[in-house]
């Protein structure tokens, strides 16, 4: 079955970094398209990122665009999120997701939180 597992997320002072990573298995990973989604306390969840399936083409939600990077390695069924530059509006519970054949498929999430 399709698993997706994030790990990297934790505690982090605003303008540090931090490299999210999502192990993906139970699907051929490479043939998908892959996302990050993620959802902040009391808000509706919000779309962050997404790569193709070859990693040459990405999009961003403007809220995060030019500090957050997405890259995938498919000899690994991974993908990861680079954040830089991170500030407390970026606290949330980050999911990846996997759209296969138009279903999405999610991860339990793991939570970054930024403050002082």
């Known amino acids: 079955q399709v698993q997706l597992v994030e790990s990297g997320g934790g505690l982090v002072q605003p303008g540090g970094s931090l490299r999210l990573s999502c192990a993906a298995s139970?699907?051929?990973?490479?043939?998908?398209?892959m996302s990050w989604v993620r959802q902040a306390p009391g808000k509706g969840p919000e779309w962050v990122s997404g790569?193709?399936?070859?990693?040459?083409?990405?999009r961003y939600a403007d809220s995060v665009k030019g500090r957050f990077a997405i890259s995938r390695d498919n000899a690994k069924n991974t993908v990861y999120l680079q954040m830089n530059s991170l500030s407390p509006d970026d606290t949330a519970v980050y999911y990846c997701?996997?759209?296969?054949?138009?279903?999405?498929?999610w991860g339990k999430g793991t939570p970054v939180t930024v403050s002082s």
């Open positions: 997701k996997a759209t296969i054949n138009g279903v999405d498929y």
């Open positions: 139970g699907f051929t990973f490479s043939s998908y398209y």
């Open positions: 790569v193709n399936t070859g990693g040459g083409s990405t």
